[in-house]
C-alpha cells in the first residue's frame, strides 16, 4: 500500500495507471493495445483527437518522470521533458553519459590516434564521424542517446601540460515512419521493449513495446520539439595521458 501511495504522489490523475502499468506491467495489454492503435494512426497521418494528444502527452510525461526517478536513466527522464516542454533549444547533459560510455571511450581514443601526429597543438580541432552512441556500458545512454559526435580540441597551458576539451553533441531528432520505412521497409523496425516486473520475471514478451517513429509524431501533432543535446568536459596530460 505504501508503495502505490508513492506512486499516486509523484504520478496523479490519469498517468498513475500509466506508471503503475509501466512499473509492474498489470493491464499491459489494454495499454499495448491503445499504443499499437496510435502508432497505426500516425503511420497513415490520421488526425489525432484531442484525446489521443492528451493520451500521448500524459504517456510520455509518464516516461519521462518514471526516467527522472530512476536514477539509471535520469538524463533521459530530463530530456524527455525537455523535447516535451518544446522550446527546442541546446540541451547541456551531465558527461559521465558519455565519459562512461564504451563506445564513446572508443572514439575518443581514435581521436587521440589522429591527433598523434601534432599532439595539442594550438587552436587544433578534430571530429569524429557520425556513430551509434548508445551502449550498456553505460545504461542510461541506452534509452537517450541515439547518433552523435564527438569534437576534440587541445591547447597547451602556460604550464606546458596537454589540455583536452571534448565535446559530445546528440541531435534529439527521432526518426520519423517515412524514414524508418525507407531505411527498413518496415516503419515499425525500431520498436524498443519498456521493461516491467513482469518482463523482468517471465521474459521481455512482457514489456511494452512503443516505435520510436511515435516519438517523432509528437512533433507533427505539435507536442514536442527536436533540440541538441551535448556535454562538454577537459582533461589534462595528467589524467589524459600525454604523447
Known amino acids: 500500500m505504501l508503495a502505490v501511495a508513492a506512486l499516486w504522489t509523484q504520478f496523479p490523475g490519469p498517468r498513475f495507471a500509466m506508471a503503475f502499468t509501466l512499473a509492474t506491467g498489470m493491464g499491459r495489454d489494454t495499454l499495448q493495445q491503445r499504443i499499437d492503435g496510435l502508432e497505426d494512426a500516425a503511420i497513415r497521418r490520421a488526425p489525432m483527437s484531442a484525446d489521443d494528444k492528451r493520451f500521448l502527452s500524459d504517456f510520455?510525461?509518464?516516461l519521462a518522470r518514471g526516467g527522472r526517478l530512476?536514477?539509471?536513466a535520469g538524463q533521459t527522464g530530463r530530456m524527455m521533458?525537455?523535447?516535451l516542454d518544446g522550446s527546442g533549444g541546446d540541451y547541456r547533459l551531465d558527461p559521465?553519459?558519455?565519459i562512461h560510455n564504451a563506445k564513446v571511450r572508443a572514439q575518443m581514443a581514435l581521436l587521440l590516434q589522429r591527433a598523434g601526429a601534432a599532439p595539442c597543438a594550438h587552436d587544433s580541432r578534430l571530429s569524429s564521424d557520425t556513430f551509434y552512441m548508445p551502449d550498456r556500458s553505460q545504461i542510461d545512454s541506452v534509452f537517450g542517446l541515439y547518433y552523435g559526435r564527438l569534437h576534440l580540441s587541445q591547447r597547451r597551458t602556460r604550464d606546458g601540460a596537454c589540455l583536452r576539451?571534448?565535446?559530445a553533441e546528440v541531435p534529439w531528432v527521432w526518426p520519423s515512419y517515412p524514414?524508418?520505412?525507407q531505411k527498413y521497409g518496415d516503419p515499425h523496425a525500431e520498436s524498443f521493449p519498456l521493461p516491467n516486473l513482469q518482463s523482468v520475471f517471465l521474459g521481455r514478451q512482457h514489456a511494452l513495446y512503443v516505435d520510436n517513429g511515435l516519438g517523432e509524431y509528437l512533433v507533427q501533432i505539435g507536442l514536442a520539439r527536436s533540440f541538441m543535446a551535448y556535454a562538454e568536459w577537459d582533461e589534462?596530460?595528467?589524467?589524459?595521458?600525454d604523447r
Do not use: C, K, N, Q
Not at 236 to 241: D, M, Q, Y
Open 236 to 241: 589534462t596530460a595528467s589524467s589524459a595521458g
Open 165 to 167: 576539451h571534448w565535446r
Open 179 to 181: 524514414s524508418l520505412r
Open 96 to 98: 559521465p553519459i558519455f
Open 81 to 83: 521533458d525537455h523535447y
Open 60 to 62: 510520455y510525461r509518464t
Open 70 to 72: 530512476v536514477i539509471l
